[in-house]
């Protein structure tokens, strides 16, 4: 039975499912709606409206954690461990990680200096509750991989993030490795849209916040705030 991914191009969200349609070599079709003016057929089907949402056959699967543990289950390969409280372990890291796209989008969208710094350090605490987590775990792609891989895309297109986080990866050594380890990886190399960097920057226009200016620009929004 074919798959259908209703997406939409920058949404980190959709972004988690494509790198486990690619990790497991699975084929899939997208559609793309328009989240300003959602069809009807979406807004019928889909109870919180958002994207994405899998349609298999009959069925519509929606919210991204869900749909990874769908297509984790329903395929050969699993991802998700067999032991119960690994398997607990690994599905509340990735609700935890949800949180952080969240502060991410926040930060993104920022109005303000200080509100882009705020949200910033949301992230940023985040990452250090993650550290103990990301030591434990085995080299590879596994759903938490999957769902946290958004983020690290995101720092990497955003150059105010980038250079920020750059900082930072270098003294909490374990999650910019696990940065790194989760960039070079080609499910997710291949998940983003062309010119990703391009797309986040007119999506979030240039906000107060200096995000995605030129050095001259980010000293303004610094002065500004
Ligand atoms: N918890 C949801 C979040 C999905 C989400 O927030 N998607 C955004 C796009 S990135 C969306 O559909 N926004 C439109 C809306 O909220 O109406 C998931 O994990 O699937």
């Known amino acids: 039975m074919p798959y259908t991914l209703v997406s939409f191009d920058i949404c980190p969200f959709v972004q ?14 997208t559609e793309y709606i328009d989240l300003a003016n959602k069809p009807d057929w979406y807004l019928d089907r889909v109870p919180t409206g958002k994207v994405p949402a899998l349609l298999h056959g009959d069925d519509v699967i929606f919210e991204s954690n869900v749909i ?21 372990r690994e599905r509340a890291w990735m609700v935890f990680v ?9 930060t993104l969208s920022a109005q303000t200096w200080q509100d882009m710094e705020r949200n910033l350090e949301t992230l940023w605490r985040g990452f250090e509750r993650l550290e103990p987590e990301i030591g434990m775990r085995r080299d590879g792609m596994l759903l938490l991989e999957c769902a946290a891989a958004p983020l690290f895309s995101r720092i990497d297109a955003t150059p ?18 696990w940065a790194k380890r989760i960039l070079s990886s080609p499910s997710v190399v291949r998940s983003l849209p062309d010119a990703f960097a391009d797309r986040l920057a007119s ?18 929004g610094r002065s500004a705030a």
């Open 68 to 88: 990874l543990e769908y297509v984790d289950e329903t395929t050969p390969g699993a991802l998700l461990p067999q032991n119960a409280i690994e398997r607990a």
């Open 98 to 106: 949800d949180d952080l796209i969240m502060a991410q989008y926040r």
């Open 160 to 177: 105010l993030l980038k250079e920020r986080f750059a900082e930072r990866f270098g003294e909490a050594s374990r999650i910019g490795g």
């Open 203 to 220: 999506f979030f226009g240039k906000t107060a916040a200096g995000l995605f200016a030129d050095a001259e620009q980010i000293s303004e």
């Open 16 to 29: 988690k499912a494509r790198i486990l349609f690619d990790l497991k070599g699975l084929t899939y079709q």
